[in-house]
């Protein structure tokens, strides 16, 4: 399959995401090292097929960085989410770290309704209610239930890459479906946050509850 020809065509089925968010992931994806490779990214969140798998993990991880950044601007927070009007989103890698320098790259300079966008690492708990998003990768995917418990009643985005994650209530897993990259959301924990998805995201994610049953693709 041709990357360029199979992008131009599913860019154009999917412009109902808007202009502006696929321009600024495009910009920010093009400054890492393998360019062609993780405009992948893009194409799988924008709703295509495509038949190449995930190279390396390095690459893997950029992609799941600008995964990270786009579900951002698709998820609305309450006001007293953040301390102040100007107060950043903070996308937060909570204890094992596989991303390197790629979510950082991803982000800089990046705002999102005004608001700039920054990554933090931290193992501690009580920090993670001071995040919009939080990360959690396979290796840290056994303390969940500690971070969902220390995070009731804070609207955070939950993201991990576990088995079952997100029907154990995080609120975004991502997984590999014929070695193509989806993400799941878990409605239950979304609502449960006081988050608001956009239905553009849900409209591409495998939609699921605390109790595991699958609706929708």
């Known amino acids: 399959m041709d990357i360029s020809s199979s992008f131009r065509r599913n860019e154009q089925r999917v412009r109902g995401l808007g202009t502006e968010p696929t321009r600024t992931l495009r910009a920010a994806l093009c400054r890492t090292r393998r360019c062609a490779t993780v405009l992948v990214a893009l194409v799988v969140l924008t709703g295509a097929t495509p038949t190449w798998p995930l190279a390396t993990p390095s690459v893997e991880y950029q992609v799941k960085a600008a995964f990270l950044l786009n579900f951002a601007k698709f998820i609305e927070w309450p006001r007293d989410a953040f301390h102040g009007e100007t107060a950043p989103i903070a996308l937060c890698v ?17 705002n999102i309704n005004g608001r700039e966008v ?27 239930s500690e971070v969902l418990n220390s995070l009731k009643g804070s609207s955070v985005l939950v993201v991990g890459e576990g088995e079952d994650f997100a029907e154990r209530g995080g609120a975004v897993q991502f997984f590999l479906d014929d070695k193509k990259l989806r993400f799941a959301v878990n409605v239950d924990a979304v609502q449960r946050a006081g988050l608001t998805v956009s239905s553009k995201m849900l409209a591409l994610a495998r939609i699921v509850q605390d109790n595991g049953h699958p609706k929708g693709h």
């Not at 990554?119 to 056994?142: H, I, M, N, Y």
């Open 118 to 144: 920054v990554g933090r690492r931290t193992s501690e708990l009580p920090e993670l209610k001071d995040c919009q998003v939080v990360f959690l990768s396979d290796k840290a995917d056994k303390r969940l």
């Open 94 to 110: 909570f204890t094992y770290d596989p991303f390197g320098n790629a979510l950082d790259e991803i982000l800089r300079g990046k």
